[in-house]
Structures are given as structure tokens and as C-alpha cells.
């Protein structure tokens, strides 16, 4: 499945930005997808998970103030962003994979990255 990230900007920190991630496919029968940011310098990190049933795993440092949706008729997954941080700037990828029960996320196919930056 090929995948399109889009929705990154400027805002000022506590401001809010939603991303979308349009599946070049039905995403129905997808196991699960998420969304990934780097910052500079920083690894790659898992922000959030969504699995086909709906269920959604959270960063420690996200938990809260972002939230993960998936619109299967759309083909398109979201992650709402609010009250940011000037650390939540990075560049934000998203993905499509496995996660079961017990077991950590495991993406296979990966969009290109949107940037998102935060401040004043």
C-alpha cells in the first residue's frame, strides 16, 4: 500500500493540527497503522497505534493531547494533535503493518514525512 502524509505546518505552541494519511488502497483490511515523527539529530519514534478494531496505543510524551482515528471509508488515518509542545517538532511519518496482542507494531510500508514545527 502506498501511503500520503499531509497536513504538517507552522504552529504556535498550545496550537492544535490534525495529519492525514490517504492509503493508495482500502485500509479495511489493514492490521494496523501508525504514525512516527524524527526529530533532528533523534531516532525514529512510534507516537501512536491503531489497530483494525480500533484500539490505540499512545507515546508516554503524546499521551492525552494527541489522538489517532482511522475513517475506513476514507482510506485514511488521522492523528489530531492539540495543545503543542516546541517539542513536538519533527517530522511526522506514517505506516501500515502488524500489531497483535502482546507484541510491539510492526510497520512494512511507510509514507514520505510531513513537517511539523512548533513556535513562537
Known amino acids: 500500500v502506498q501511503l500520503q502524509a499531509s497536513g504538517g505546518g507552522l504552529v504556535q505552541p498550545k496550537g492544535s493540527l490534525r495529519l492525514s494519511c490517504a492509503a493508495s488502497?482500502?485500509?479495511?483490511?489493514?492490521?494496523?497503522m501508525g504514525w512516527h515523527r524524527q526529530a533532528p539529530g533523534e531516532q525514529r519514534e512510534l507516537v501512536a497505534v491503531?489497530?483494525?478494531?480500533?484500539?490505540?496505543n499512545y507515546a508516554d510524551s503524546v499521551k492525552g493531547r494527541f489522538t489517532i482515528s482511522r475513517d475506513n471509508a476514507k482510506n485514511t488515518v488521522y492523528l489530531q494533535m492539540n495543545s503543542l509542545k516546541p517539542e513536538d517538532t519533527a517530522v511526522y511519518y506514517c505506516?501500515?503493518?502488524?500489531?497483535?496482542?502482546?507484541?510491539?507494531?510492526?510497520?512494512?510500508?511507510w509514507g514520505q514525512g510531513t513537517q511539523v514545527t512548533v513556535s513562537s
Open positions: 491503531i489497530t483494525i478494531g480500533g484500539s490505540t
Open positions: 505506516s501500515a503493518g502488524n500489531k497483535y496482542a502482546g507484541a510491539p507494531y510492526y510497520p512494512n510500508s
Open positions: 488502497r482500502s485500509i479495511f483490511s489493514i492490521n494496523a
